[in-house]
């Protein structure tokens, strides 16, 4: 059996702290530049941090024993939100306490990794609220939240959004249900504020199922796509090469050593490009996600505390 979703509980939807107030505008001093990462041949491998709970530090522990690259190359911020203010009826971004302090301190947080070459997303989910990424009534409205998105990548010096249409529960607090052309609008808006920035898709939810309208495909737009089910191996339905998709998904720690591995290798023979795994937290997960770079890239990885 595989873990439908995640294996979590949602503490992103309890109001820990007010709503961050963006300087939208402004311009985050992103330090020193990357380093180059050391060589690595194989598929891009993806960590999701729930920073509730963990550092995102910890993607930047693990290295390859044969070359020393980076085992992981995207980092993902675990999770902002997207709440609804019932004053303004309009979607807008939040983040708890949790996050907003990863992002006011991203000089201790988020700088040591990209200058290690790993790059940084923020993801941004559903808070039960009734807001969400496919029910925007208007493009207008839709290009108001991109904005908000792009404002915030600049701002914090990330190197994009990854979007999880999770936990929105449309029509809460009166607002509409998924409509057609909301997502399309809201991904064509982000794409063209930050052309050269990461845009990824966590393939579940009603915005996953729309990504066309009025002769606009906004599939070619994403940078990744990933299969939402820890555990198991779904190839995500959108029109992207293999090297932009990860059909395998495991929580490390939570998926077994054996499944992990049987997803990594099956991930190479069949020729995509991407390994997305979940959860990375503190302890020394070197034995779990060795399970997955000896297959990937032919190393063990090296845990350095």
Do not use: C
Request: avoid cysteine; glycine fraction near 10%.
């Amino acid at each position: 059996m595989f873990t439908p979703v995640r294996s979590r509980v949602r503490t992103a939807a309890v109001a820990l702290s007010a709503v961050a107030a963006l300087a939208f505008g402004a311009t985050a001093t992103t330090g020193a530049a990357a380093a180059p990462a050391a060589a690595k041949q194989g598929p891009t491998s993806v960590a999701y941090v729930e920073v509730n709970n963990n550092s995102m530090l910890n993607v930047g522990k693990y290295t390859l024993a044969n070359g020393g690259g980076n085992v992981f190359d995207v980092a993902v911020i675990f999770a902002a939100n997207i709440n609804y203010d019932t004053g303004t009826k309009a979607g807008t971004l939040y983040f708890n306490e949790n996050v907003q302090r990863v992002l006011d301190n991203a000089a201790s947080q988020i700088r040591p990794l990209q200058q290690k070459g790993i790059k940084v997303v923020l993801s941004v989910l559903g808070n039960h609220q009734g807001a969400g990424f496919a029910n925007f009534p208007s493009q207008q409205a839709a290009s108001t939240f991109a904005k908000q998105l792009s404002d915030t990548v600049a701002k914090y010096g990330l190197d994009g959004v990854d979007f999880d249409d999770e936990y929105a529960e449309y029509g809460n607090n009166g607002t509409g249900q998924p409509n057609a052309s909301s997502f399309v609008y809201l991904v064509s808006a982000l794409r063209a504020n930050m052309p050269d920035k990461i845009i990824s898709l966590y393939n579940i939810g009603p915005s996953a199922s729309r990504l066309s309208y009025g002769g606009v495909d906004v599939s070619s737009k994403f940078d990744y796509a990933w299969n939402p089910y820890y555990g198991s191996w779904q190839v995500p339905g959108i029109a992207l090469p293999k090297s932009k998709l990860s059909p395998a998904a495991v929580e490390i720690g939570g998926t077994s050593q054996s499944t992990v591995a049987t997803l990594a290798r099956r991930t190479v023979s069949e020729g995509y490009g991407v390994y997305l795994t979940y959860n990375l937290d503190g302890a020394d997960r070197s034995a779990d996600v060795s399970a997955f770079t000896r297959e990937l890239y032919g190393s063990d990885a090296r845990y350095t505390p």
